[in-house]
C-alpha cells in the first residue's frame, strides 16, 4: 500500500511539512518517494523581477536552486531511512497541476502527498490553488496535509475579515 509516493515541494514550510509526512508515510508503508519542483512561467516572471540586476541566466538560476531544495529533500529522507529520488520539472509545458499530474501517471504513482494552506476566501481566488486542482484531477488518491501554524498566519494575509463583503 502506497509504496510509490509523489510529494511536490516549494521551499515552502507548507512543503516541508508535506514531506515530513511522506516521509513517515513511506517509514511506514515500506515504500519510496518521488520528491518534484516545478519551475513555471510564475516562477520565471518572479525570478526576472528578483533578479532585475542580475546578468546571468534566469533560468539556470532557478534550476540551481530547485537543485539545491530537491537535494536537500532527498537528504532528509534518506537520514529518515527512505528512499528517495528526485525530478525538476522544468518544461514549461502546462500548468504546476497538470505537470505534477503527467509525473505521478509517468512514475505510477500510488500518492500524491501535498502541503496545503487550506486559503479560504479571496486568498484561495487570488492565489489559486494548485492542491485543490490536484485533488480534483489526480489519478490516484491524494493526502492534503495542513500547514503548520507559521504559515497559517500567511494565510490571515489574503483572507477578508468576515462580514467585510456583507457591509458593502
Known sequence: MYKRILVPIDGSSTASRGLAEAIQLAKLTGGRLRVAHVIDELSFALAMDAYAGYAGNWLEELR????????????????????????????????????????AQAWKAELIVIGTHGRRGIGRWVMGSSAEHILRMSPVPVLLVRAPESAKAEHERFTLPSGALASQ
Open 64 to 103: 540551481g536552486n530547485a537543485t539545491k531544495l530537491l537535494e536537500g529533500a532527498r537528504a532528509e529522507a534518506t537520514r529518515e531511512g527512505v528512499e528517495a529520488e528526485t525530478v525538476l520539472l522544468d518544461s514549461f509545458k502546462g500548468t504546476v497541476h497538470d505537470q505534477l499530474i503527467a509525473e
